[in-house]
Nanobody, 123 residues
Framework: QVQLVESGGGLVQAGGSLRLSCAAS????????MGWFRQAPGKEREFVGTIDWSNITYYADFVRGRFAISRDNANNTVYLKMSTLKPEDTAVYYC?????????????????WGQGTQVTVSS
């Protein structure tokens, strides 16, 4: 089992930045591919990006250089740094862990999920 806890969400003005954290506990963190997803009200959960065990990252097209994922294996934490935020980035952001290696942009490809953290971007 892997437990994931997100933090760092909040209210920010358009153009601002936030850094989300996801603290993991349980099984060996370094071997997991970690993903970030988001879900806005009335919409399906949406892939944001992922980072594998070797720090290779992959992002959704809408990110367009605004977001960056990193991980600190020594502290079992993965980060999502978001810049130039837009009102349409408003959503609950979730981190997820994938134990199969490789990468996936589908929520079904992940085994463990955090509870989410709310990000609200005002215009």
């Amino acid at each position: 089992q892997v437990q994931l806890v997100e933090s760092g969400g909040g209210l920010v003005q358009a153009g601002g930045s936030l850094r989300l954290s996801c603290a993991a506990s349980g099984r060996t963190f370094s071997g997991y591919t970690m993903g970030w997803f988001r879900q806005a009200p009335g919409k399906e959960r949406e892939f944001v990006g992922t980072i594998d065990w070797s720090n290779i990252t992959y992002y959704a097209d809408f990110v367009r250089g605004r977001f960056a994922i990193s991980r600190d294996n020594a502290n079992n934490t993965v980060y999502l740094k978001m810049s130039t935020l837009k009102p349409e980035d408003t959503a609950v952001y979730y981190c997820a862990a994938r134990g199969l290696g490789g990468r996936s942009s589908s929520a079904y490809g992940y085994d463990y999920w955090g509870q989410g953290t709310q990000v609200t971007v005002s215009s």
